[in-house]
């Protein structure tokens, strides 16, 4: 319970995107399918990249985090807040893309059978893997389900619009998370650990992620003065 609350911070990001997508993605779809599917690529790459410093700042603070917030009675869940959180992001980016077959063909029975699926797959693989390993087995069948679901999703999208190679956009970022969710693991913060250490910690992740992100080819120059052209018009 601690682990999924603390985790639960990563749908900030959602609410964000459920607020600004749908009205950008309709818009855009009047203007031909080309637009809506540059659209959505670029909104799944960039969304993949916010969402990798939720999932880089878990496994490199999930001990220490977990410790100052909750205490050391669930010092457990320091082990599965890693794989909520990348959970989360996998919920986010169905959402995302589920804005395709809302927008381009207005069916949400699809979705609700999409979402159904992931649910079932879930409870068996709840049924077959908390018996051998509690927590962390039912955190592991959440994110399964979940990446599972970003997979039906985005075929599902794809049907209804063709030029959405949406793999093609999650490859490098995917990648770079992969990496960067190693090493935070390998050098994680221990639950003993100073404040000064930790805000180190996070200090050097916000710098270096960027810069691997965009040596990656995951981040590009058009990326960073979107954002800029945004920051200024708020």
């Known amino acids: 319970g601690g682990a999924y609350s603390l985790a639960s911070v990563v749908l ?3 609410g964000a ?3 600004v997508l749908f ?3 309709a818009s855009l779809w009047a203007q031909g399918p080309e637009r809506l599917a540059l659209f959505v690529l670029r909104a799944l790459r960039l ?3 916010a969402l990798g410093l939720f999932v880089g700042g878990a496994c490199l603070l999930s001990p220490w985090g977990v410790a100052l917030l909750a ?3 669930y010092a457990g869940a320091a082990t599965v807040l890693p794989l909520i959180v990348a959970s989360w992001s996998a919920y986010t980016l169905m959402q995302v893309l589920q804005k395709v077959p809302m927008v381009v063909g207005r069916n949400t029975a699809s979705l609700a059978w999409c979402y159904v699926g992931t649910a079932l797959l879930n409870l068996a693989l709840n049924f077959t893997l908390i018996p051998r390993w509690g927590m962390e087995g039912a955190a592991v069948a959440t994110l399964v389900s979940y990446l599972v679901g970003v997979v039906v999703m985005g ?5 209804w619009l063709p030029a959405l190679r949406w793999w093609g956009a999650l490859a490098r970022p995917a990648a770079l998370i992969a990496a960067l969710g190693a090493a935070g693991l ?3 913060v221990p639950a003993s650990a100073g404040l000064l250490r930790a805000a180190a910690s996070v200090a050097v992740l916000v710098v270096l992620y960027p810069l691997l992100a965009k040596a ?3 981040f590009t120059d058009d990326d960073w003065r979107l954002l800029k052209s945004a920051v200024h018009f708020t």
């Open 12 to 14: 900030l990001v959602l």
């Open 17 to 19: 995107l459920n607020f």
């Open 23 to 25: 009205p950008s993605a």
């Open 47 to 49: 969304t993949v990249l």
């Open 71 to 73: 205490g050391t009675r």
């Open 155 to 159: 075929e599902l999208a794809r049907r």
């Open 186 to 188: 390998a050098l994680r």
């Open 216 to 218: 990656a080819g995951a």
